[in-house]
């Protein structure tokens, strides 16, 4: 089977470590930035292009891992080869192919991923669609080498899936992030809060996150919350923040 | 050394058994709550009471577990013993034991506890304050002998410690919580999404949580950030949340 990688981003280089060491061979790299495409064909032992129309036409494969618009622009350029085509985004319909490719796809691991940190692909849902049974099988097959854990999704619920996504990674992380301006400022180091955070986000393995809710917003701890804000003073954005997320864990845990 | 534990929530259970296992014994336990200081007692092998005047008076170490109005009530009723008194709050000052005991000191694990979920006390960094440096002392001592992170933290960096902690926490498990509503709501196991919570849990023990950053709101992608915000059309509150950290994460990223 041959593979080209349409991207050069955090998705693209864990998808063509992921492809390689399952001795699937990446063909070509493509990417606008020549830097990047390089340093991924290096890497995946492939060569590269900057240029789309220079993109080879006979793979049995295309991933797409690129931005909302990079993708379209990609989509509008390149003449279309006979392989399948696939993205790997969440929040992209499956019909934005339509009308430039007859065999086309979703791809979506739904894991974030760092430039330097390797990750188990094995262990990543990954998230298919095909645009007819026999296109959904063959990408299925490719994300059973890869994954234990493969499951094929409309578009429509791949977007929710993917908003669930933002607020259990994205939006956690920029917790973290806060929470680490606010130890900075008191002088502490980062370390003294991993074990909380490794335990929250463990706890979640056997209990769910409702029931497992702590702190002083769901036992409406007023003195607490009082002494939270006014420690806020200086960071009204932080405050608003603060104050939504009590206001909203208090109501939903009242009137459950 | 006669320890007497104050309380028998978590956080009590969770120290009990962490002193009991290090052989320190526990000669009661109080709690207003019948049950639960039965229970507790049980466990630790311990006697108990429900009555503020039935608490022993020879204790080395008294630990107040309690919530904030729970504990001044019961420090203005008990008649003050001659052992150190510790609460094990966050977000208590140490001074509100002044006028009611000589002795006495902060003794705050950082770590969330739920009923039945061990942890390994070890692990847990304990944040210790003591009125004198005698009391201190021998405060550090005990701590030294539950956990390998101790740290001398006074009241006013709690209080910061705290907050990070509740963002870091309370509020993170809050987006798990909405994560799995939405994911409920679709028709998704919530297993799908635990490996992308390892992850990013995971990650901050090499990557700082502001470069960790991912998602549509650090590279402003308005076309997933509007096509999120429609799927919360129904959830108003949700889609507030949403829009904050959208906005929030923006300007943190685009102002550095």
Redesign the interface.
Known sequence: MEVVLIGSG?VATHLGLALQAKGITISQVYSRNVLNAELLAKKLDSSFTTDISDIYRDADIYFYAL???AFKSVLREIKMPKGIQVHTAG?IGMDEFEGFTSKFGVFYP?????KN?P?DFS???ICIEGNTPEVQQSILELAKQLSN?T?IVNSE?R??????????????????????D??K????P?E???????????????????D????????M?K??IS??LS??NEAP?LK???N??TK??Y??HKKN
């Open positions: 955090n931005t909302d618009s929040c739904l894991q974030t991923f760092s940190k990750v262990q990543i849902p854990k499951y619920n977007k929710k899936l993917h908003l669930a996504a933002v607020f259990a990674c994205n939006f956690t992380n920029y917790m973290y992030d806060i929470a680490s606010i130890l400022d008191s002088g502490f980062f003294i809060i991993q074990p909380l955070i490794t335990e929250t986000a463990e706890k979640t393995k056997s209990i769910n996150p409702y497992a809710q702590t702190g002083p917003a769901v036992r701890d003195k607490t002494t939270h420690l806020l954005d608003k923040i603060y939504l997320l909203s864990i109501s939903r």
